[in-house]
């Protein structure tokens, strides 16, 4: 089976933020795992290059916008290797290969008769680059989200005619009720479409830095069209000379922020079905990370509002791994949740240096200490396998459905029985009496097969530091990373190797 992960792509006026490295690590979850089952996956992250805030910031720093999204897209091509993610290509929109492509749709879109000409007036925020609706104006004609104040458009467009798409869009939801997850994104989605649908913009005429619309090279594309499209492009050209899109569209999970649900939620399917192609399965919407401001309030973590973590000195100081894990265990996937160093060190600490590492050390420590290094073949203890051995089809289950925090849980159930297991074994007492030296090998056995199926499982999560215990577990051959050996199987009969700390304290 093939499957398709997309984040959003990054607008390249900011430099990267933890609530970017979220939407990364999330996506990254979901990639690792359906790899580990096996399955075909195609990885998509990128920039959002073109737009106003580019061609503003530009323009102060007497640049072309051209060498500001060279300049900062780098930036953003660090973020994904520096959280160890795995995506398959990075698109850039000021590539020629995804403008042409945008043309061709844009052509398609026009020939199948959803273009025509008007005169947009009405409240516009140029941080969203979004035209807002009345119903989605603050007080004070403000943004809800940037607070800032709106300004007032007038001018003569391209418009998308988004109101033909009334019926269909209602009938999508319907049809599909999975199509937005969340179901509180869904409904929030249905509401706007229940409020009925206007046309939107489809060019700007006062902006150069964009793709120029092909029927009309005095305007440029709306920048939210150019950069919802980066999702079909991409695939045509990700590998030179082969067309991927067959394989990999519609794609499976769109990873989003719940501030953008209103442009992939509704605008994207219509201007899919519009162009004639496939809508996507899922539309996957988290929360925001949130921080606490100057005024000790806890807010969107957002460079604008001054109030944010810098993942890059997190990554150096504990590790991707550990960022990776404190963003979904700490904020449950769907919801907003606070993130805070004190709150970071916390769950290092007790989670992943205690629970975790201190299980897969002390398992590993015992076999050196009672036996050598060997861990025997032996059947494994029937209650402990009857907890570890589901764990696999639970946590599947939550991944496709889009639950990466829900799946860790699961996980984490696993972590701790194997801990309580150690406690009520007590392998160190059962090591001083040399008539019980076949109970100790199904003790260590099952500890190191539980740990090892836990590891497996956690591998999406935590790739660095699982990858270097399994091959500890298993020294002598490759890893085995797949799916299918995440069952308690007690096949051993060889050393292991000694493990290094797995979390250490920072300094
Ligand atoms: N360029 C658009 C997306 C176009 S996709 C076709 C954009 N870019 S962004 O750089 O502003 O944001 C990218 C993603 O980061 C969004 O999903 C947004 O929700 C996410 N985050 C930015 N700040 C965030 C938090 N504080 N918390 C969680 N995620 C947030 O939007």
């Given at each position: 089976?093939s499957?398709y992960?997309t984040?959003?792509?990054?607008?390249?006026?900011?430099?990267?933020?933890?609530?970017?490295?979220?939407?990364?690590i999330?996506?990254?979850?979901?990639?690792?795992?359906?790899?580990?089952r096996?399955?075909?996956?195609?990885?998509?992250?990128?920039?959002?290059?073109?737009?106003?805030?580019?061609?503003?910031?530009?323009?102060?720093?007497?640049?072309?916008?051209?060498?500001?999204?060279?300049?900062?897209a780098?930036?953003?091509?660090?973020?994904g290797?520096?959280?160890?993610?795995?995506?398959?290509?990075?698109?850039?929109?000021?590539?020629?290969r995804?403008?042409?492509?945008?043309?061709?749709?844009?052509?398609?879109?026009?020939?199948?008769?959803?273009?025509?000409?008007?005169?947009?007036?009405?409240?516009?925020?140029?941080?969203?680059?979004?035209?807002?609706?009345?119903?989605?104006?603050?007080?004070?004609?403000?943004?809800?989200i940037h607070?800032?104040?709106?300004?007032?458009?007038?001018?003569?467009?391209?418009?998308f005619?988004?109101?033909?798409?009334?019926?269909?869009?209602?009938q999508?939801?319907?049809?599909r009720?999975?199509?937005?997850m969340?179901?509180?994104?869904?409904?929030?989605?249905?509401?706007f479409?229940?409020r009925?649908?206007?046309?939107?913009?489809?060019?700007?005429?006062?902006?150069?830095?964009?793709?120029?619309?092909?029927?009309?090279?005095?305007?440029?594309?709306?920048?939210?069209?150019?950069?919802?499209?980066?999702?079909?492009?991409?695939?045509?050209f990700?590998?030179?000379?082969?067309?991927?899109?067959?394989?990999?569209?519609?794609?499976?999970?769109?990873?989003i922020?719940?501030?953008?649900?209103?442009?992939?939620?509704?605008?994207?399917?219509?201007?899919?079905?519009?162009?004639?192609?496939?809508?996507?399965?899922?539309?996957?919407?988290?929360?925001?990370?949130?921080?606490?401001?100057?005024?000790?309030?806890?807010?969107?973590?957002?460079?604008?509002?001054?109030?944010?973590?810098?993942?890059?000195?997190?990554?150096?100081?504990?590790?991707?791994?550990?960022?990776?894990?404190?963003?979904?265990?700490?904020?449950?996937?769907?919801?907003?949740?606070?993130?805070?160093?004190?709150?970071?060190?916390?769950?290092?600490?007790?989670?992943?240096?205690?629970?975790?590492g201190?299980?897969?050390?002390?398992?590993?420590?015992?076999?050196?200490?009672?036996?050598?290094?060997?861990v025997?073949?032996?059947?494994?203890?029937?209650e402990?396998?009857?907890?570890?051995?589901?764990?696999?089809?639970t946590?599947?289950?939550?991944?496709?459905?889009?639950?990466?925090?829900?799946?860790l849980?699961?996980?984490?159930?696993?972590?701790?029985?194997?801990?309580?297991?150690?406690?009520e074994?007590?392998?160190?007492?059962?090591?001083?009496?040399?008539e019980?030296?076949?109970?100790?090998?199904?003790?260590?056995?099952?500890?190191?097969?539980?740990?090892r199926?836990?590891?497996?499982?956690?591998?999406?999560?935590?790739?660095?530091?699982?990858?270097?215990?399994?091959?500890?577990?298993?020294?002598?051959?490759?890893?085995?990373?797949?799916?299918?050996?995440?069952?308690?199987?007690?096949?051993?009969?060889?050393?292991?190797?000694?493990?290094?700390?797995?979390?250490?304290?920072?300094?």
């Open positions: 089976m499957r992960v984040t959003p792509i990054f607008y390249v006026n900011a430099a990267p933020h933890l609530g970017h490295a979220y939407t990364v999330a996506s990254d979850v979901l990639a690792r795992h359906w790899r580990q096996g399955e075909d996956v195609f990885f998509l992250t990128g920039t959002d290059e073109h737009g106003e805030p580019v061609a503003l910031a530009a323009e102060k720093l007497g640049v072309t916008p051209q060498a500001l999204a060279d300049q900062n780098a930036r953003f091509q660090t973020l290797p520096r959280l160890n993610a795995s995506e398959d290509f990075f698109i850039r929109t000021s590539d020629p995804h403008v042409q492509r945008v043309q061709e749709v844009l052509e398609r879109v026009k020939a199948n008769g959803y273009v025509e000409k008007g005169t947009y007036e009405g409240w516009y925020c140029p941080r969203c680059a979004d035209f807002k609706t009345e119903s989605e104006v603050a007080e004070g004609n403000r943004c809800p607070k800032i104040e709106l300004t007032r458009e007038q001018e003569d467009n391209w418009f005619k988004l109101s033909a798409f009334q019926e269909r869009l209602e999508l939801f319907a049809d009720p999975d199509f937005v969340p179901p509180r994104s869904a409904n929030e989605a249905k509401a479409i229940e009925g649908l206007h046309d939107v913009s489809l060019s700007r005429s006062k902006l150069r830095w964009g793709v120029p619309v092909p029927w009309d090279t005095d305007q440029v594309v709306y920048v939210w069209w150019d950069a919802l499209l980066n999702y079909v492009t991409a695939l045509a990700a590998e030179e000379g082969n067309d991927q899109t067959d394989t990999y569209w519609p794609a499976t999970f769109h990873v922020g719940k501030d953008i649900l209103k442009f992939h939620a509704i605008y994207w399917p219509a201007l899919l079905m519009a162009a004639g192609l496939e809508v996507p399965d899922h539309i996957l919407v988290h929360g925001f990370l949130l921080m606490k401001d100057a005024s000790g309030e806890e807010t969107k973590m957002s460079k604008s509002l001054g109030n944010v973590l810098d993942p890059f000195e997190i990554i150096d100081k504990y590790g991707a791994d550990a960022l990776r894990f404190y963003l979904l265990r700490e904020v449950s996937f769907g919801q907003d949740g606070g993130v805070s160093v004190d709150g970071f060190v916390t769950r290092y600490e007790s989670e992943l240096a205690n629970d975790f201190n299980l897969a050390s002390r398992s590993v420590s015992m076999v050196h200490r009672y036996r050598d290094g060997v025997k073949s032996t059947s494994v203890d029937p402990i396998a009857a907890i570890i051995d589901p764990l696999a089809a946590v599947a289950e939550q991944i496709d459905a889009g639950a990466p925090s829900a799946a849980e699961t996980i984490w159930t696993g972590v701790r029985r194997l801990n309580q297991y150690v406690e074994q007590a392998p160190w007492a059962i090591a001083k009496d040399p019980r030296a076949d109970e100790l090998d199904t003790v260590l056995t099952t500890l190191i097969d539980g740990v199926v836990v590891a497996l499982l956690l591998y999406p999560y935590l790739p660095a530091s699982t990858a270097a215990l399994l091959q500890t577990l298993n020294p002598g051959s490759e890893a085995d990373f797949s799916y299918d050996a995440a069952k308690l199987r007690g096949e051993f009969g060889f050393a292991i190797d000694k493990l290094e700390p797995m979390f250490p304290k920072a300094i």
